[in-house]
């Protein structure tokens, strides 16, 4: 039988992840957590994990070198993926906000919002039917408003630490975040079985 392959986000969500599917009980081995190998077996399940950048969980899975994946429903909504979202794990929850520095107003000509989300950010502000010029950046968003590059930014916020440690204010709540678990649907189909087993397992386990 072919071995199940399964791409497993490295970083924040890799631990409760981890713990998720021992939980479910699979055995898994203990280098998973501490190798710096990017694809692991856990011969006793004939499953193969493929440890990956959260942001290209779903690169992996929709091109089927992974079977199924972990994924954040965030990167889910930034990236338009042909795959199946099969279960709401309930893990790594936060959320994506609007935030900036306090009191200050969006009433500009084509106000400037900083983002690692450009898709998410440009769908919210046109929902709302604002025009914003989106200046897409990969990290610490928070700086961008402090430093005068942008009015807003959209980013995730989790126990909101880093906006007050900077003297941001959150403004407005866009969705909330939770990591999803991922199929290929070729993968889907042929190892239906095996897959449809493990959501079970993972279903009873998911904290929601
Ligand atoms: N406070 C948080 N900040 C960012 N991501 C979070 C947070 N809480 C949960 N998440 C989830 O974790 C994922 C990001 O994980 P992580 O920060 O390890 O990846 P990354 O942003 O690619 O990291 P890196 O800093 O290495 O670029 C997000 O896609 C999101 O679903
Ligand atoms: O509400 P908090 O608990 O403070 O978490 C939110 C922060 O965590 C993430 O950044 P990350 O640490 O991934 O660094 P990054 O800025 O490089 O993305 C996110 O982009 C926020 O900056």
Redesign the pocket.
Known sequence: MDALTIAMPKGRIFEEAYELLVKAGYDLPKELDDSRKLIVEAPNENIRFILSKPMDVPAYVEHGVADIGIAGKDVMLEHDRDVYELLDLGISR?YIATAGMPDTQMNKVSPRVAT?YPKVASQYYRGKGEQVEIIELN????LAPMIGLADRIV?????????KENGLVEYEKIVDITSRLIANPVSYRLKQKRITDLVERLRKQAVL
């Open positions: 936060c690692k990290g610490s968003i928070e980013d995730i916020v989790s126990t909101g630490k880093t906006l």
